[in-house]
């Protein structure tokens, strides 16, 4: 437990009690213990870690307060890809709140699309909020690309938009797509397969884009179910 103790003192050195109330409040959840550091501190953090520490000592770690986790899990999401598989599991596990989903990126994921799709099929099939939008999170930030897109279209499909942060996340890809891919994206609103408020909050997301055009935009407004 030293080395927890030791991060746990570095951590506090560099809260900030205005910003840990601010983030407190985004984060809609008064079960998580927050400290109050700055996310690029945080990452900072976690880089300097993982030179003096080993990711399973790191993973060891209690996971009683939201930057303990941010730092596990960025320490994991810095790994290999085929070490990164073998903790991408509990990493996901832990994730309770958007913010530490939004924020789990593991950039090796770029260079094994193919190998990572398991994965994301079992995090959609499974009846939790997080899991599912870490799903939906993960396809926005490494799979908007062309051939992608019909595989896109059938996790959408399939999502269970009851959750508010997976409709959050449902709504945000399918703005990305708009934006990527705009005819493609059309064409799967047309379809009419999202519900009423995630089809609406799609085109909300993507009509604040300004990577769109405004005929583009008065087009998907003309849209709304």
């Known amino acids: 437990m030293e080395l927890y103790h030791g991060l746990l ?7 900030d009690e205005n910003y840990r109330e601010f983030h407190k409040r985004l984060l809609k959840n008064d079960a998580i213990n927050v400290i109050g550091v700055r996310t690029p501190d945080l990452r900072k953090l976690a880089k300097k870690w993982a030179k003096q520490a080993t990711v399973r000592e790191i993973m060891s770690f209690p996971d009683e307060y939201y930057e303990v986790t941010f730092v596990k899990l960025t320490a994991v999401s810095n790994l290999k ?16 709140n958007w913010a530490t989903c939004d924020c789990f990126t593991p950039k090796c994921i770029s260079k094994h699309q193919t190998e990572f799709l398991p994965y994301i099929e079992k995090y959609l ?11 939906f999170t993960t396809l926005l930030h490494y799979y908007v690309e062309e051939k992608y897109l019909n595989l896109i279209f ?7 938009t009851d959750y508010y942060y997976v409709h959050m996340a449902v709504a945000w890809l399918t703005a990305e797509i708009l934006v990527k891919y705009y005819d493609a994206g059309k ?4 379809a009419g397969t999202l519900d009423k408020k995630t089809h609406n909050k799609a085109i909300q997301k993507a ?3 300004f990577r769109l055009t405004d005929e583009q935009k008065n087009e998907l407004k003309g849209m709304k179910k």
């Open 9 to 15: 003192a570095e951590l506090k050195e560099l809260s």
């Open 81 to 96: 890809f085929d070490e990164f598989t073998t903790y991408v599991d509990d990493c996901v596990a832990l994730i309770d």
């Open 125 to 135: 099939k499974a009846d939790a909020e997080f899991y599912q939008r870490f799903a």
């Open 154 to 160: 059938n996790c959408l499909n399939g999502a269970d």
């Open 187 to 190: 064409e799967f609103l047309k």
């Open 207 to 209: 009509t604040e884009s």
